[in-house]
């Protein structure tokens, strides 16, 4: 994981939390979309974020909802997305 990855990906889960009036902290292994923190349209969002911030490409590797639920597997996912690439 490049330095500054976690902090993105934390700034972006969290304003989408804001805009859900949820301001509460979160751990970087806590389930965001398992526990309904994050919902559908969410993860729509996510997944653009991730394409257009850090060059994921979905039709290159396997699109999972699970893979979204905290900021440990997003890191995953990208880091696995950059091994591909």
């Known amino acids: 994981m490049a330095s500054g990855d976690r902090t993105k990906i934390r700034a972006f889960l969290g304003g989408m939390l804001a805009e859900h009036d949820d301001h509460a902290d979160f751990a970087d292994s806590e389930s965001l979309v398992a526990t309904g ?3 559908s349209l969410a993860v729509v969002k996510l997944v653009t974020f991730l394409e257009s911030g850090f060059g994921v490409d979905f039709t290159r590797i396997e699109f ?3 893979r979204f639920d905290s900021v440990v597997e997003i890191e995953a996912l990208i880091d696995e997305s950059r091994a591909i690439n």
């Open 37 to 39: 923190r994050l919902d």
């Open 64 to 66: 999972d909802p699970q």
